[in-house]
């Protein structure tokens, strides 16, 4: 994702800390603050994931701004961090024990490619809510599994090492997906066509938005008659889809601008505006102040 600093498995592999690896497609990390804090890559500029990775806080407590939401970890905590979220300023503080689970998108798909552990509806609600706090009863039952994974991890003369990890990996997002369901206060778990939909539609809309920004695109990828489509949309959230294109747009202009080491005009292309005045347009009919007001206040 151009102008945002990537992490990838492997980016903390040379740090002061305990980390689990099998192959190039999981790693579990012991994380240490004070060992982050002494020597951890600058996590201050918009930061992306290459890999599906989740955040277990067993102590102290960590800051990090996700899609321009400000979240606090503390013990008995989760926090999921896609590959379609923008996150920066992660900072920990000394006493912070944690675990960090990193699992690359291919093995990812390949461990759930048959079954699906989050409904729709529960997708798009995690993906707007990213933190669960949870008792430390939860917490436990996550831990041992997160140990679980890392004892399969270490037994390489095993015949079947990698079905036994993905077993295992499975079974700590069921667990985490059940902690979710029995937490929330509204039903999550339900399941319809239409909101399988939506899922498709978000999911899409956070792939394409910087080059596509028409209904039509969107209706067409999803086989529907462009009506149709905006009135299913409509129904089911309240909002129109050139809202939601427009929103997903604005997010994305909003973190890149936040960026020191990018222009305005960087900014328009990257987003694919056909010139600095149409983004500026844009975004000042969104936000009522101009790319370069939104830049100074930030920065």
């Known amino acids: ?4 600093f990537t992490i990838d498995i492997g980016f903390l592999s040379q740090e002061k800390l305990q980390i689990h690896s099998f192959n190039n497609d999981v790693e579990i990390i012991e994380l240490n603050g004070k060992a982050l804090n002494e020597k951890v890559p600058d996590l201050s500029k918009p930061t992306s994931t290459n890999a599906f990775s989740t955040i277990l806080t067993l102590e102290g407590e960590a800051n ?7 979240y606090t970890l503390v013990p008995n905590t989760l926090i999921d961090l896609t590959r379609f979220h923008i996150f920066r300023k992660f900072t920990f503080s000394d006493n912070y024990k944690g675990y960090n689970i990193l699992i690359s998108n291919d093995f990812y798909s390949e461990i759930f490619t048959a079954e699906r552990h989050l409904t729709p509806r529960m997708a798009v609600f995690k993906s707007q809510n990213p933190l669960e706090v949870m008792s430390s009863e939860q917490t436990a039952l996550l831990t041992a599994s997160l140990n679980r994974i890392i004892q399969n991890i270490k037994r390489e003369n095993h015949l079947w090492r990698k079905q036994m990890i993905m077993n295992e990996i499975r079974s700590f997002f069921m667990e985490a997906g059940n902690i979710i369901l029995h937490n929330s206060s509204t039903d999550i778990a339900k399941q319809t066509d239409k909101e399988l939909l939506i899922l498709k539609f978000v999911q899409l809309l956070e792939e394409h938005n910087t080059e596509r920004k028409t209904v039509k695109f969107y209706a067409d990828k999803l086989c529907m008659h462009t009506d149709h489509f905006t009135k299913i949309i409509k129904a089911q959230t309240g909002r129109n889809v050139i809202d939601w294109i427009n929103e997903s747009l604005l997010r994305k202009a909003k973190l890149h601008l936040r960026n ?22 844009f975004f000042k009919k969104q936000t009522q102040m101009s790319p370069n007001e939104y830049k100074k206040q930030n920065w």
């Open 1 to 4: 994702m151009a102008g945002f």
């Open 260 to 281: 020191p080491e990018l222009s305005i005009q960087q900014v328009a292309h990257m987003l694919n505006f056909s010139d600095q005045s149409a983004f500026g347009k």
């Open 64 to 70: 990090i701004e996700i899609d321009d939401i400000s």
